[in-house]
């Protein structure tokens, strides 16, 4: 049974820090590229940031580059976001997802349940 738990999230004033972590179980970690992705109240779920498994290449969402950074310890299975310069507009659920690295595509097949974070103004 695949399970993806988010930890990290809270409440921050706007200009703070924040880092997310998602630990991963029943999957080969290695074998999955994770991503990032939040959902606001009444919005759309939206990519954040991804990481591929082998070559740890990363892609951003142009609303996060240079304030956000997604990194991966294959050992430890989890994932994690590095939220920086925080803006009351990041004020989501965060949550991570994994895909196989074997298919090409954009579905993503696991997801977790997500963590709140909040930035105040």
């Known amino acids: 049974q695949v399970q993806l738990v988010e930890s990290g999230g809270g409440l921050v004033q706007a200009g703070g820090s924040l880092r997310l972590s998602c630990a991963a179980s029943?999957?080969?970690?290695?074998?999955?590229?994770m991503g990032w992705f939040r959902q606001a109240p009444g919005k759309e779920r939206e990519f954040v940031a991804a990481?591929?498994?082998?070559?740890?290449?990363?892609d951003y969402a142009v609303s996060v580059k240079g304030r956000f950074t997604i990194s991966r310890d294959n050992a430890k299975n989890t994932v994690y976001l590095q939220m920086n310069s925080l803006k009351p507009e990041d004020t989501a659920v965060y949550l991570c997802?994994?895909?196989?690295?074997?298919?090409?595509?954009?579905?993503?097949?696991?997801w977790g349940q997500g963590t709140q974070v909040t930035v105040s103004s």
């Open positions: 997802a994994a895909k196989s690295r074997f298919v090409a595509t954009t579905v993503y097949d696991y």
């Open positions: 029943g999957l080969t970690f290695n074998n999955y590229n």
């Open positions: 990481i591929r498994s082998i070559i740890g290449s990363r």
